[in-house]
Nanobody, 122 residues
Framework: QVPLSESGGGSVQAGGSLKLACTASTHYYCMGWFRQAPGKEREGIAGILTFGTLTYYADSVKGRFTISRDATRTTVFLHMNSTIPDDTAMYYC??????????????????WGQGTQVTVSS
């Protein structure tokens, strides 16, 4: 069974919005979103403590993207607003299993989804 499954990627014009969703096959204390653009390293951009409300953001998306979860705590969302062409990347859902650090410690994530492509055109 795939531990994490993403949906919602696609194309959007710069300045537009997109919403990604990730459903987990089990409960994780920390879930997050990463992205990787062609020729660049994968970067952690948003994390959430699912048994609470703590959220963490990379500077590159702070103020534009919001991570949230649903009541089941097994689905998290990434609300992407004010998108820019540099947001173009493959977006991956991730989780810590077991929880090893804060949800903003990107190196601690070790469970991955298969990714969903987001393309922002200018």
């Amino acid at each position: 069974q795939v531990p994490l499954s993403e949906s919602g990627g696609g194309s959007v014009q710069a300045g537009g919005s997109l919403k990604l969703a990730c459903t987990a096959s089990t409960h994780y204390y920390c879930m997050g979103w990463f992205r990787q653009a062609p020729g660049k390293e994968r970067e952690g951009i948003a994390g959430i403590l699912t048994f609470g409300t703590l959220t963490y953001y990379a500077d590159s998306v702070k103020g534009r993207f919001t991570i949230s979860r649903d009541a089941t705590r097994t689905t998290v969302f990434l609300h992407m607003n004010s998108t820019i062409p540099d947001d173009t990347a493959m977006y991956y859902c991730a989780a810590q299993s077991p929880k090893q650090a804060t949800c903003g410690t990107w190196q601690a994530y070790n469970q991955w989804g298969q990714g969903t492509q987001v393309t922002v055109s200018s």
